[in-house]
Every structure is written in C-alpha cells, then in structure tokens.
T-cell receptor
C-alpha cells in the first residue's frame, strides 16, 4: 500500500459525459501528479500540482482539467468524454518538487467510456 | 521533450536466470532514472532508482547501471523468482518539469 488513495476504482460512463476522479496523496506529500495509462500510449504524464498550484503540464487534452485543494487532495475532471479516453488514470504523490523525490502511485481509476 | 525507449517489450526467463532490460533517453538534462514494477491491477511501484551522478546502484538482486554519455540505462535482476513476473517500466525526469517520462514497458515472465 503506497498510502495514495484514489476513488472510484472503476467508472463506466457514456460518450459526451463528464466525470471526476479523486486522489488523496500520502500524508505529508505536497506534490500530486496525474498519469494516464492506455494500451496504445503507455504511461503518460498529464499534470503536476504542488501545494495547490499547477507546476507542469504534459499531454493533457483541453477537455481535461485538474485542481489541488487546500487539504492537498486533487481532482481530475474529464469532460466531453470520447471512446479513446478509456484508460487507467493514476495519481502519484511526492514530498516536494525535486525530480529526485520518489513518486508513490495510487491503485488507479479504470475509466471505461461506452 | 524527453523520449524514453525500452527493450525488450517481453522477456521470458527460467527461474534462477538473470534478466536485463534496457532503456535509452534523449534529453541530456534528465538527471533521475527510476524503475517501476507494475503487477496486475496495481499501480507502479518503485523498485530502484539512480541519479545522473552515479554509474551503478545495487539493492540485493536488483541493480541499475547508467551510461550518461550514451544516454542509456539498464535494469539487471539476478536469480529471478516467479514473483518477479510483472511489467517493468523505466523512466526519466529532470528538475525542469518533475514529470516522469516512461518507457513502453517490459513484460517479464519467470517460468518455474
């Protein structure tokens, strides 16, 4: 158990819908990262938040957005869902912003868009 | 941006044999190279990492080597056991973005 929690574990929805994925980082970690894992694209970085502020963006679609709240939990919002958005979404957390800090991954949310 | 290539995509070994997985990266600014193990239905878990100022690091049966000049790094697992069967990912990051850029993964199967 990494100490990172993600809810829900599974999510099934229809095209065009909007969903929210939630992540609680390990106690004491200020950084939260979101990654998408799909069969064709592999594990891809989406976005990084540190202590409530956005720090880096990767290949995140404009239909996707995220935020980190004062209690440090984070939410990833996916809207106008398409079939291709079906994937595993992982949240990871680390102590700070240093690249040397280990990123601890949560168990993931499996999103299925029908 | 950074690009990480990983080989092989699948690797089958007999229990007790060694396994080697290789990765190359493109960005000379990358300074941290972790390896993650992902078991079915779980998130990736860090098994070993290496910084750019170190050439080799060992932790029991696992070792990682880094060649900065050639921009490649490798994972070595000795005396493999069935519980080593999983998907292994290499990754690279730098202080500019902190994000991890992952290789495509290697499915390791250890046959008893």
């Amino acid at each position: 158990d990494s100490g990172v929690t993600q809810t829900p574990k599974h999510l099934i929805t229809a095209t065009g819908q909007r969903v929210t994925l939630r992540c609680s980082p390990r106690s004491g970690d200020l950084s939260v990262y979101w990654y998408q894992q799909s069969l064709d694209q592999g594990l891809q970085f989406l976005i990084h938040y540190y202590n409530g502020e956005e720090r880096a963006k990767g290949n995140i679609l404009e239909r996707f957005s995220a935020q980190q709240f004062p209690d440090l939990h984070s939410e990833l919002n996916l809207s106008s869902l398409e079939l291709g958005d079906s994937a595993l979404y992982f949240c990871a957390s680390s102590v700070s912003t240093s690249s040397y800090n280990e990123q601890f991954f949560g168990p993931g949310t499996r999103l299925t868009v029908l | 941006g950074e690009n990480v290539e990983q080989h092989p995509s699948t690797l089958s070994v007999q229990e007790g044999d060694s396994a080697v997985i290789k990765c190359t990266y493109s960005d000379s600014a990358s300074n941290y190279f972790p390896w993650y193990k992902q078991e079915l239905g779980k998130g990736p878990q860090l098994i070993i990492d290496i910084r750019s100022n170190v050439g080799e690091k060992k932790d029991q049966r696992i070792a990682v080597t880094l060649n900065k000049t050639a921009k490649h790094f490798s994972l070595h697992i000795t005396e493999t056991q069935p519980e080593d069967s999983a998907v292994y990912f290499c990754a690279a990051s730098n202080n500019a973005g902190n994000m991890l850029t992952f290789g495509g993964g290697t499915r390791l199967m250890v046959k008893p």
